[in-house]
């Protein structure tokens, strides 16, 4: 939860694609108060059912795709840089490179 306050939103609506896993009520309501709208579906035990859509949540299947093919990326996936700015950038190149496959 502490990372949704690194990335604030932009000037747009934007969505914040979350496991279910993450569908509680605080992530929801600090989602919420950032300025993000979730799109999670409720565990299947909750008693409050909320709405959400769902075509947006199947995108997040993309994403899970998108890091798997960067964990490909041994450097990346073992994190082998010392200073956080080279593996950003690192990350950044791989991130360039899948795109482009």
Same mark, same amino acid.
């Given at each position: 939860?502490?990372?949704?306050?690194?990335?604030?939103?932009?000037?747009? *609506? &934007?969505?914040?694609? =979350?496991? #279910?896993?993450?569908?509680?009520? @605080?992530?929801?309501?600090?989602?919420?108060?950032?300025?993000?709208?979730?799109?999670?579906?409720?565990?299947?035990?909750?008693?409050?059912?909320?709405?959400?859509?769902?075509?947006?949540? *199947? &995108?997040?299947?993309? =994403?899970? #795709?998108?890091?798997?093919?960067? @964990?490909?990326?041994?450097?990346?996936?073992?994190?082998?840089?010392?200073?956080?700015?080279?593996?950003?950038?690192?990350?950044?190149?791989?991130?360039?490179?899948?795109?482009?496959?």
């Amino acid at each position: 939860m502490r990372l949704l306050h690194f990335t604030p939103p932009g000037k747009q *609506k &934007q969505y914040l694609l =979350i496991d #279910r896993a993450y569908s509680g009520k @605080k992530m929801r309501i600090a989602a919420v108060e950032l300025g993000y709208t979730p799109v999670v579906p409720p565990k299947r035990n909750y008693k409050e059912k909320w709405e959400y859509d769902e075509e947006r949540y *199947k &995108q997040r299947n993309e =994403i899970e #795709r998108f890091f798997r093919r960067l @964990k490909r990326f041994r450097r990346i996936f073992t994190r082998y840089d010392k200073l956080d700015i080279v593996f950003a950038g690192f990350i950044l190149l791989a991130m360039i490179i899948v795109s482009l496959v």
